[in-house]
């Protein structure tokens, strides 16, 4: 057999079923991985290698081999919390802080059979779209250290990325697990709101945040999904009323078979094209070029669409990001202070805001989303490009200035926080490698509750590209 990280994370689990590895030593394979790379990477903020040991060998103990994750390793990313385990959220403010309960998330990829390896590095409360706190190292893109993997699953993604874990969960409320998978290389994947009852967005500020795959295939995505989704052998557990449209269908089957041929629209105007002039790289024209001439030869209908300018989009989701802040458990004046000056920014705006303010953009985002899945209603599903601009170097963003921060993030990622707003699915499909060798990829947004067409269109694609061939070269143990 192949080294056990040269194998897709399905191909993994099928030599589990058959006992050529043993979750123990599968676990031990990538502890000795992440000792020798994570340094140089920052895809980790903590390893939990003898907890790891434990719980592999409860697994090849007492689980049933039927779990959907039955022996494969991940790891939470560090907003999630574990009990037991330092949960620092990409924050100074947390530096001590150990709780003693597990998020939903957390427990229902437990339930799935998973084996957490740790806690895997993210920003500051996740607010940016790139992984560079103060708390901890960079996260770098394997591809080239002196660039970002992206954010706010920067983390999740460069451990993937780097052969570190197989797959990861991430979360994503305004393209946190689509920017970092552009930016690495991998498939992301950012479900319909409701789809995955323990991260299902409802509970979050206007809906924004699920929890979704990070990795290599999309047969693996769809594995990590559909544990995420029914971690047993049943059906989901949902929490509330309000669920996406569900046949109850895994969706690794969609995955696998990569069967249909569908209506396509290609589109390159976004939601921020009125607040900020957004340019599309070269880099990223080609890679749309390439999807387009991609899904062209395998018969798909292909008609090229534009959103209807609504200036009231801008505004409104800058005041929901801001709001998100202000319950930043920083209380005094000290407190606020260890806070980065991004973070702090937020949070004053945030603690301005009136109840009037809110309002009128909780109004102005659930009309856009009315209107955005309108306009593209008669596409299974639409194509746009991933990022409009080439991964970002390390230190790129403004550190000081808030408002040249915010936007430079728009600027890189204006593809991305429209589909949060909408609650509909979307992947990134890792389909062009540049001359200089850096990952640039495409984004296919689906209908509500589309998951299953979006990885029939992605595993068509995969099959014609074999993106899963490339492998980033492997990085020295420092940096």
């Not at 994370?9 to 790379?37: D, G, M, N, V």
């Not at 200036?311 to 989701?317: E, I, K, R, T, W």
């Not at 230190?395 to 589909?419: C, K, L």
Request: hydrophobic share 45%; glycine share 8%.
């Amino acid at each position: 057999m192949a080294d056990p990280h040269e194998l897709t994370a399905l191909e993994q689990w099928q030599a589990l079923q058959r006992r050529e590895i043993s979750p123990s030593e599968l676990t031990e394979h990538y502890l000795a991985r992440i000792e020798k790379f994570n340094p140089a990477l920052g895809a980790f903020v903590t390893v939990t290698a003898d907890a790891a040991r434990a719980r592999a060998r409860f697994v090849e103990e007492r689980m049933p081999l039927t779990a959907p994750l039955w022996g494969l390793p991940f790891a939470d990313k560090d907003l999630y919390q574990r009990a037991g385990v330092h949960a620092g959220f990409g924050s100074r403010l947390f530096a001590d802080y150990v709780p003693d309960r597990s998020d939903d998330l957390v427990q229902v990829l437990d339930d799935a059979g998973g084996v957490s390896l740790g806690k895997t590095n993210t920003p500051e409360f996740g607010l940016a779209s790139y992984t560079e706190s103060l708390a901890s190292p960079p996260a770098r893109t394997p591809w080239n250290l002196a660039l970002g993997a992206g954010g706010s699953s920067g983390g999740a993604a460069v451990a993937v990325a780097a052969r570190l874990l197989p797959f990861a969960p991430g979360s994503d409320g305004g393209g946190s697990i689509r920017i970092p998978a552009a930016a690495c290389g991998l498939v992301g994947l950012k479900p319909s709101r409701g789809r995955v009852p323990a991260a299902s967005g409802i509970d979050k500020l206007g809906g924004l945040s699920v929890g979704g795959p990070l990795a290599r295939t999309v047969a693996d995505a769809a594995l990590l999904l559909d544990a995420m989704i029914v971690p047993r052998d049943s059906h989901p557990n949902h929490y509330y009323a309000l669920r996406a449209p569900d046949d109850q269908t895994p969706l690794l089957a969609a995955a696998v078979r990569g069967e249909g041929r569908f209506q396509l629209g290609v589109m390159t105007t976004s939601a921020w094209d009125n607040d900020y002039s957004i340019e599309i790289a070269p880099e990223a024209q080609e890679a749309l070029d390439l999807a387009v001439a991609g899904f062209a030869a395998l018969h798909h209908g292909l008609e090229e669409t534009a959103l209807l300018p609504d200036p009231s989009y801008g505004p409104a989701f800058r005041t929901i990001w801001q709001a998100g802040a202000a319950s930043i458990p920083a209380e005094t004046e000290a407190e606020i202070a260890i806070l980065e000056p991004l973070t702090q920014w937020l949070l004053a705006r945030g603690r301005n805001l009136s109840a009037r303010d809110l309002a009128q953009a909780l109004a102005a985002l659930t009309a856009f989303e009315r209107s955005f899945i309108q306009q593209l209603s008669k596409f299974d599903a639409v194509l746009t490009p991933a990022m409009a601009l080439t991964p970002r170097p390390v230190g790129w963003y403004d550190a000081h200035d808030a408002e040249a921060n915010f936007a430079q993030q728009v600027q890189y990622t204006p593809f991305t926080s429209m589909i949060n707003v909408s609650g509909l699915p979307a992947i990134v499909l890792p389909v062009h490698q540049t001359e200089n060798g850096l990952p640039m990829g495409v984004q296919l947004i689906g209908r509500p509750g589309g998951e299953a067409t979006l990885l029939a269109l992605g595993a068509q694609l995969e099959r014609r590209i074999r993106w899963q061939e490339r492998v980033p070269p492997e990085p020295a143990s420092t940096y």
